[in-house]
Every structure is written in C-alpha cells, then in structure tokens.
C-alpha cells in the first residue's frame, strides 16, 4: 500500500483507523480512471484515459528528445514509456494545455491546435446522433455509436501506426485496394511516416513484404503454410504467437494473439528498417528482442543512405565513406539516414584541363559490398582504362575492377565494409584531390629507393625488437603459468605475430572468427577475435573476461588470456588438436568414432554443462550449445567452449538466434516465446545433440529436392517399439552398448520436452548416463509431432543407403502419407 510511504501533515494515524482507511480503499476503489469520451467530455493537457483493465492509457505525449505532442496510446504497466498508437502522426502540437481531443458535431473524434483548428479527424461518415470513444484494455481506440456501443464506427488498430498489437489486424482492403502498413518513424524523436514499411503482398499472397520507400522490397516472409511464413522456419510449436490468416473476398489479412495473457509483447516496424518482436521482461524492466527480421542490419536496404556505409562489426551500424560527412548531423544522430552523406570538398571533374587544378583521385575501400547499380563496361580492359573511364564522366563517382570494369553513376547505396559475402571486393570511390594524402609520387624511381631503404631499416628494427620483445614474452608466459590462474593480458601486435598475422582460420562461430597460433614457447593456442561486441567498455570486457578465467574444469575450454586494445577484442584459448565434434560426427573422411568414445564424449559434455550450471559461483548459461561448440583434446576428451560470451557481446538474444539461421537445430522453444531464458534452455541443446551423437548425422537434413527430414521424430518410433539398435550410426556396425543407447535415447528425449520443468538438469543428466539414476520412458513432445506435419518427415536412414529409391519416393510423398507419419508419433 502507498498509504505509510506518502508523509502526512497529519499524526500518524491510529491503527484501526489505518484498518478503516484500508478496508475503504478495498471496498471502492477510486474510480478515477475514466476510459470514455462522450459528448460532453475532452482530453486535453495531462489528462488521460484508461482501458477498464488498467492496460493502456492514451493522452498527449511528447516523444525522447521532441518537444512536440501528439495523441497517443501507451502501456500503462510498462515503466518505459512505449508508445503503441499515434493520432496526429505528421500534425504535432506544440501546446498541450490549449490542444483538445475531443468528438465533433458530426460524431467523429478530432483533434484541435492551439488555434481551435482542426488537425486530425476519425474521419469516418457517421449516421447516428450520438457517439463515444473507448479505450479498450487491447490497447484499440473505438470511435463506437452512443446508444449501441458494439456497433463500431472507426478503430484505431485498422489505422496502425509503427506497432502491431495482438488483435490487431495487418492486410489488405480488397475493395477499396488500400493496404494496412505498419510505418516505421521517421527518426527517434519523429513519429512522423519514415521510410521503412510492413505490408501484405498487394497482389493478394499470403506474403508480407517490408519495403523501402514503398518500392524497394529487402524482404519477404515466405507464403503462409497454415502453421509458419516459409521464410521464417523458426516459428515452431511453441511460438509466442498464434496467427490467423482471414482471406475473404473483400479483404485478407492476418491477425495474432498471444498464447499467454500475462506477456507483455508487441510487433514493430523499427527505424531500424527490421520488422521486431519484442517481449517485457518485468524483471529486469526492459523489452527483450527476442525475434527480428532481416536479422543481419546492413541487409535493410538503403540504411545509411547515398554514400553512407553499413558495418555489421562496427561500434555502430553506419557511417559516412571518406570524403563525405553526414549531410544533417542532427538527423543523423536520431537516426534518420535517409539523407546520407554529402561530399566535403566537390568533385573537381577531370574534364577541366586547366593547368594548375588537381585531378579527382580515387579512394581504394577493400572488403566492399558493391553498391547498387553498377554500369558494366564491357569494353575497358585494364584497371587503369576503368579508372580514366570513370574520370572522364563527372557524374560517374566510382569504379570497381574485379575482371571486367564497373563504373557506378550517382549516389552510391548499400555499400557495406567488412563484408565477407562472395561477391566481395575492392570499391574505388572518386574524391577530389584534396581530401586524399599525396600518396603518388611523381619520381617513382626515387620513391622506390627511398621506401627499400626505409623497409630494410624497419626489418632492421623489428628483428631486434623481436628479440627483445620474445625475451619479454617468455618471461610473462612463465610468470602467467606459474600463477596458474592468472589470465594473460596480451597486446594485439604480440596475437598478431603468433597466429601469423591471422592466416590459419580455425572456424568462425557467433561471436567471431578463430585462428591458430603458437606462443614463444611453442604452445598451440587458439584465438578468438570477437566480433560485433558493442556498449561494452574496456573495464566490463575485463570483468567479464576474468569471471569466465575462473571457470575451469576438465570439460570446458580454458581461456588463457585475452586482449583489449581499442577496438579490438580478442580470447586466447588451449588449443585443441582434434578440432570439433562436428567434424569428427559428421565428415565422410574422419575415423569413425566407437561407441564407447561417444559415450564418454557425451558423459563429457553434460559433466562441463553441470559444472557451468550449477557448480561455478555465477551461474552460466551456455546459450549455444551445439557441435561446433565441442572441441576435442588429444585423446577426446570433449571441451565445451565458448561459454560466457552471450554475456560479453551483451544481451541481445537476436545474436544467439543469428547463429541459427533457418534450421530447428538446437533451439529450445522457449527462445522463440521471449520468456527468460534458463539452464534448461541448454539441457534441451544437448538433447538435440545427443541424437546426432548417437546417429553420427545431422538431426535436420535436407534431401537433394530440399525436404527436410528430421531425425528425433523418426527416432520416436523405433524407441517405443524398442528397436533402439537401428538409430545408432551404422557405422559402428555390432559395436554398441545397448543399454547405454537406450539410456541415451531416453535422456535425449526427456531433454528436449517442451516444458522446461520436465527437462532434467545437467547434472541428473550425468548421473543417468553414469548408471545411477533410473530412467523412465519418456513421452514424446508435442512440437515433434508438428514438425512432422509441417516437415513431411520420410524415412530417415533410407535415405542414407539409397538415395535414388527415397528420392522417388520423396517425390511422390503426398499429403495423407505425411498424416500418417503425425499420427503415428501421435499415438506414441
Ligand atoms: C456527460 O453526459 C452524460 C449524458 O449526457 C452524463 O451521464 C454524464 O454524467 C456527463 N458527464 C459529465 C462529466 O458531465
Ligand atoms: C536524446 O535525449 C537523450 C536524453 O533524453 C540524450 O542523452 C541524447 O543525447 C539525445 N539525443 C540526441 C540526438 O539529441
Ligand atoms: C493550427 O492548425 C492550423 C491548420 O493546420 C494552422 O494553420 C495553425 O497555424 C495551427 N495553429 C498553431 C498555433 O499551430
Ligand atoms: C476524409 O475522408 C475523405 C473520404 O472519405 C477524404 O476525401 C478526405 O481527404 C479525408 N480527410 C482527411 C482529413 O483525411
Ligand atoms: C436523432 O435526433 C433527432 C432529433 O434530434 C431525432 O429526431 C432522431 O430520431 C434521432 N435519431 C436517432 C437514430 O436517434
Ligand atoms: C447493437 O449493435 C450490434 C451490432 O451492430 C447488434 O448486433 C445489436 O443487436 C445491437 N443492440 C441493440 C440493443 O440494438
Ligand atoms: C484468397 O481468396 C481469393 C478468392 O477470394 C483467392 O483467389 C486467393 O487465391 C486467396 N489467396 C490465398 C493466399 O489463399
Ligand atoms: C521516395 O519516393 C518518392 C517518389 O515515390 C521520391 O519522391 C522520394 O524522393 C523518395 N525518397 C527517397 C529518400 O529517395
Ligand atoms: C463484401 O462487401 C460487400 C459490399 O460491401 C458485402 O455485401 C459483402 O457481404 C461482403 N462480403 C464479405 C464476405 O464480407
Ligand atoms: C536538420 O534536420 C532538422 C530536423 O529535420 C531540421 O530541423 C534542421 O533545420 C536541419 N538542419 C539543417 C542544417 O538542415
Ligand atoms: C575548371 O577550373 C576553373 C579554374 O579552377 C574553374 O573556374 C572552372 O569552373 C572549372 N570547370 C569545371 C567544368 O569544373
Ligand atoms: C555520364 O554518364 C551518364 C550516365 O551514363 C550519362 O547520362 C551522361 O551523358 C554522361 N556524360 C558524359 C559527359 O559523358
């Protein structure tokens, strides 16, 4: 109760009179909330109307770094203001208290300025006399007639601003051909209509587009099967949401409710150019992403605008290619970057031939995505050709030589840095003169001395240096071992020389790249340079680093040191000379595991995860666990790694699902439905993994014609029929412990339940496999059986021996027999 926190001028009041003053409070609550505008009512300066069930509020707001209002809906419940619906998008107000919502003479809702004129209206043709307006607890506005309030005239979720809310429809008006679209705004402090949009594919699929300016699609959601968008496969059984896709005649669109009343989660056009599903956390007080699409930034189209630049690693997403500054700061920095860029010094154009003026020069930018729109110039040979044949035009302002010449005319658009995509390469931007250091020298011969002399003098510097600083390094490396625990700060020079300037790449994971190296004293190491980490400092980087420096047990990797410079983040692990658990599983050319050392890989692994869950002080949540992430000793001995790092890239769990791409993989539901994450989201992890152990491939494969079967479905099966033998990679021929396989198949299988509370945990996990815990049969879950439906589930392992045969027949697989799969696991 608020009653003892607010001070009183009064003495404090006697006890039985608290106890009156309490049971009133009870009995009537103050019905000051008011959730209706009526004829003789109005909104205007603070105040507010409330839904019924105290879910929404709706008055004047002023948005983060606006000093403007609008009229708005929020969340009532939620501490950070989370605007859900806006009336007068584009007509702010700049004085609230002289602003008025209110109903007009002919029924509809309208808003007046300062000056009494009418800015925004309901706008709809109204035939009764009286009517009201509700906010309802959905979070809907309802412009409803007076004396029936269920006939409704006009409702704010047709009219959707940037925010889908549950109930709310989202599609298209087959008569009047208008689409509902969910508008991003212009710029944080702007709800005005920006550039980024969500709608309905207007020629009548059951797709959703988002779209630049409404002409450019980056986008689609796939057409809707009756269960998931075929673009979007992660939206399995236990999706937060239900959809519902409606498909008259005279309108189609989908709507979608949560399964669970108590979540507070909503559906958003960002101004990030992604479309967001975003859950509040009443715990930690903020909106978790736990969902968005396109999932890499720099795929949104156009989003740093002409000559801006996207860098998917950088500290942020976009800036301004050299040469060019932001063309409006202050649009900028709120993020609307539809201006870009503009030139700081203008071209100068080669075609002036006077004598004295410097020519444009170009700018090499490696590791290019290439813009938009290039002009292939069939004819041009050589680099040099391309390079004049782009300085003769004064509007071309760049080129690109990668075999054949490209020239790029115009504002340059989508440019990425640091881009590994296969089309990669070397984009030569057109700067005036000035803005580049006088690289070319006029006297080549003399310059080419010059720089032999200044090279052999730094050979001369860095042998000696490396001398010295080899002297130095040893010293640290066996002062480090003789702490033992100590982690090892090294400097980025010193990583860069021992992994040879980074040139043997080990694997690339979620969080990054890693390369092999060797210490001074020849110990293998592995590097690990971390990517994408942002809103970390250096001190939080450290703190986390020596938490995860802590943790070490015989089945987890161990950090040795790390390195912080700048920008730079890097791990040093013990390197592991078996590589990981997916080559060894699943590559044709490696020895085939026994099943003993399956077994023992297997115990390893939950031993580490147990240790990670419950036996180190903070508790870690692996957050990925999966082959890639088992690294194997000299003698297998598996070593789960890296652990800890979901918290040193920060908590944004899109990063997690990213390195999910588009497979069921090793996903637990609850991932998708945006509740907090536990340890049991791992243990069903290792579940998943423990079948691909087991059967030595892939749980999700794709057949040549691109149906996906999926192992543990097909498994359900023959381990009810007690025919565990035929799940075991057949590899292994006779040799295997049936009573350990059938012990694994059970675990697996009570591991990835649905409910996480039916889940065991990892250390139950081990006991069970060591042999002292008894396992009962486990019931099969529920989002199995409607993968089958939504997967068309054939045979596994015919598959594997006869290809030829399971592809006739994967082609000729109908609907009835895909049922038939379904009500088979269904009767298990
Ligand atoms: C507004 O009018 C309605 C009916 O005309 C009446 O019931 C209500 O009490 C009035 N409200 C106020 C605040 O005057
Ligand atoms: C927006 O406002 C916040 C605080 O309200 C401030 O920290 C931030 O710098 C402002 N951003 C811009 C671009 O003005
Ligand atoms: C009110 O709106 C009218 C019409 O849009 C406009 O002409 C007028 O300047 C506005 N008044 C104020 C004070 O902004
Ligand atoms: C109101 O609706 C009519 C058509 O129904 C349209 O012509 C008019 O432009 C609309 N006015 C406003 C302010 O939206
Ligand atoms: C509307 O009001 C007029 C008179 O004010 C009355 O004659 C008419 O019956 C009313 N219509 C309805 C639908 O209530
Ligand atoms: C109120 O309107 C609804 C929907 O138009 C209708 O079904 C219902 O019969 C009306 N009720 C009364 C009392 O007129
Ligand atoms: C929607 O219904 C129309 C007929 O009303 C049909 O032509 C169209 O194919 C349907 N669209 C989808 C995606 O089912
Ligand atoms: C968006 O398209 C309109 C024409 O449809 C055009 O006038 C406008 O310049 C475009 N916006 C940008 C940022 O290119
Ligand atoms: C479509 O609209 C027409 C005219 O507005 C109406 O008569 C018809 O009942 C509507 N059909 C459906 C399926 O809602
Ligand atoms: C930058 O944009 C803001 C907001 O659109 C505008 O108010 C301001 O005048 C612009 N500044 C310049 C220098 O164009
Ligand atoms: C060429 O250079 C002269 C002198 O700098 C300048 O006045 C003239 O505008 C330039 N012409 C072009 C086409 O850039
Ligand atoms: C430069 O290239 C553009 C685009 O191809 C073309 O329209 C223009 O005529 C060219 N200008 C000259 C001087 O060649």
Redesign the pocket.
């Known amino acids: 109760m608020a009653l003892p926190k607010t001070p009183s001028p009064f003495p404090p009041p006697s006890f039985s009179l608290l106890l009156f003053l309490l049971f009133l409070a009870l009995q009537s609550p103050p019905s000051f909330s008011v959730d209706t505008i009526s004829a003789n009512s109005s909104i205007s300066g603070d105040q507010l109307l409330t839904s019924k069930g105290g879910n929404f509020v709706l008055g004047f707001f002023t948005p983060q770094n606006s000093t403007k209002y609008y009229i708005g809906i929020w969340y009532k419940k939620v501490s950070q203001p989370t605007s859900v619906w806006i009336a007068n998008r584009e007509t702010p107000v700049s004085d609230h208290t002289k602003s008025e919502l209110r109903l007009s003479d002919d029924g509809n809702l309208v808003l007046l300025n300062e000056s009494r004129a009418q800015i925004w209206s309901t706008n709809t043709s109204i035939s009764t006399n009286s009517t009201v307006a509700v906010i309802q607890d959905t979070g809907n506005l309802v412009l409803a007639d007076g004396s029936n309030t269920s006939r409704i005239l006009w409702q704010s979720i047709d009219h959707p601003s940037n925010t889908w809310l549950p109930g709310g429809k989202l599609g298209l008006n087959k008569v009047t051909k208008q689409n509902q679209r969910l508008i991003s705004w212009k710029s944080s402090a702007d709800p005005a209509p920006g550039i980024f949009s969500l709608e309905l594919d207007p020629d009548g699929t059951s797709q959703y587009y988002i779209q630049w300016n409404e002409s450019v699609t980056y986008w689609s959601s796939g057409t809707w099967n009756g269960q998931i968008f075929s673009g979007v496969p992660e939206m399995t059984a236990n999706y937060i949401y239900d959809f519902t896709y409606v498909n008259t005649t005279n309108e189609s669109y989908f709507t979608y409710s949560v399964k669970t009343d108590s979540i507070i989660s909503r559906f958003i056009m960002d101004l990030s150019g992604q479309i967001k599903q975003l859950t509040w956390m009443e715990g930690s007080q903020e909106w978790i992403l736990f969902w968005s699409q396109p999932r890499a930034q720099c795929e949104v189209h156009s989003l740093c605008g002409p000559f801006g630049s996207c860098n998917e690693n950088g500290q942020t997403f976009c800036k301004c290619v050299k040469g060019f500054a932001a063309r409006n700061q202050t649009e900028w920095d709120l993020q609307d970057r539809t201006g870009g860029c503009v030139r700081n010094t203008p071209l ?2 080669g ?2 031939s ?1 004598a ?2 410097e020519k444009d020069r170009f700018y090499p930018m490696e590791g290019m995505r290439l813009p938009e729109n290039a002009q292939n110039q069939p004819d041009v040979g050589s680099a040099e050709d391309c390079a004049s044949t782009c300085l003769k035009n ?1 509007s071309c302002t760049a080129y690109s030589f990668g075999g054949g010449c490209s020239v790029w005319y115009g504002d340059l658009i989508n440019l990425q840095e640091q881009y590994n995509g296969s089309d990669a390469g070397t984009l030569y931007l057109r700067l005036a003169a000035s803005e580049l250091p006088d690289s070319t020298s006029k006297k080549g011969t003399v310059a080419g001395a010059i720089a032999g002399a200044v090279g052999g003098l730094a050979v001369c510097v860095v042998i000696v240096w490396v001398v010295i600083w080899r002297r130095r390094k040893r010293r640290m490396i066996h002062a480090a071992k003789a702490v033992g625990r100590t982690l090892v700060p090294f400097r980025y020079s010193d990583l860069q020389h021992f992994t040879k300037n980074f040139s043997e790449k080990l694997g690339g994971g979620g969080f990054g790249s890693v390369f092999k190296g060797f210490l001074p004293d020849s110990t293998a190491i592995a590097v690990k340079r971390l990517e994408g980490l942002r809103l970390h400092g250096e001190k939080q980087f450290r703190t986390e680093v020596s938490t995860i420096g802590t943790v070490q047990h015989v089945n987890l990797v161990r950090l040795l040191g790390f390195c912080s410079e700048g920008a730079r983040r890097l791990l040093v692990y013990e390197f592991m000379p078996k590589g990981s658990l997916d080559a060894q599983l699943f590559q044709n050319n490696s020895m085939v595991l026994d099943w003993n050392t399956r077994y023992q890989i297997a115990l390893g692994i939950a031993r580490g995860l147990a240790y990670l869950h419950e036996k180190c002080r903070d508790c870690i949540i692996h957050c990925d666990v999966k082959p890639e992430n088992i690294l194997l000793d000299a003698s297998f001995v598996p070593k789960v790694s890296d652990f800890g790092l979901a918290k040193l890239v920060g908590r944004d769990f899109s990063r997690v699902l990213t390195t999910m791409r588009g497979t069921r993989g090793y996903l637990a539901p609850e991932w998708i439905t945006g509740v907090a994450i536990t340890a049991k989201a791992d243990v069903y992890s290792y579940g998943m993994m423990l079948f691909e152990i087991i059967s030595g491939r892939r749980n999700s494969e794709q057949t040549e014609e691109g149906k996906a079967t999926f192992f543990p479905t097909f498994a359900a099966n023959r381990l009810v029929q007690g025919d565990v033998q035929s799940l075991v990679d057949h590899r292994l021929g006779d040799d295997v412990n049936i009573e350990e396989l059938e012990r694994a198949c059970k675990i697996a299988y009570w591991c990835i339940q649905d409910d996480e509370s039916a889940r065991p945990t990892m250390g139950q996990v081990v006991q069970i496999l060591e042999g002292f815990l008894e396992i009962n049969m486990p019931p099969i879950p529920r989002s199995l059986q409607i993968l089958v439906e939504s997967s068309e589930n054939i045979n596994f392992f015919s598959d594997l021996s006869s290809n030829q045969s399971s592809r006739t027949r994967s082609t000729t697989s109908t609907g009835s027999q895909v049922k038939s799969t379904a009500s088979r696991s269904s009767n298990v």
């Open positions: 100068q154009c075609g002036n006077s004295n003026v004064c």
